[in-house]
């Protein structure tokens, strides 16, 4: 079994900023990739970043430019820093991971809200 612990969601103004972090402990033998989906109220969940165990990122348009995704391969952590967030990132972010046999895992979830 693989645990994911998310932690940096909170409530932020327009233009600002937040990191999240996502920390995958137990049976993680051999990760694949790791990242972020988000679901946005009324919307269907939505892939917004993933990093590969070779580094490589991936972004949603909406995104690019203003979110980066790094990771920790010691430490089995994954970050998005987010910045000039806007309205429409409100979002649950969730957390996954990936493992090379296929496996996933994800998060319990981090609420997100970018609100004057």
């Known amino acids: 079994q693989v645990q994911l612990v998310e932690s940096g969601g909170g409530l932020v103004q327009p233009g600002g900023s937040l990191r999240l972090s996502c920390a995958a402990s137990g049976s993680v033998f051999s990760i694949s990739n790791m990242g972020w989906y988000r679901q946005r109220p009324g919307k269907q969940r939505e892939l917004v970043a993933r990093?590969?165990?070779?580094?490589?990122?991936n972004y949603i348009d909406s995104v690019k430019g203003r979110f980066t995704i790094s990771g920790d391969a010691a430490k089995n952590t994954v970050y998005l820093q987010m910045n000039s967030l806007k309205a429409e990132d409100t979002a649950v972010y969730y957390c996954y991971v990936i493992l090379v046999d296929g496996s996933i895992y994800w998060g319990q979830g981090t609420q997100v809200t970018v609100s004057s």
């Open positions: 990093i590969t165990s070779s580094s490589t990122t």
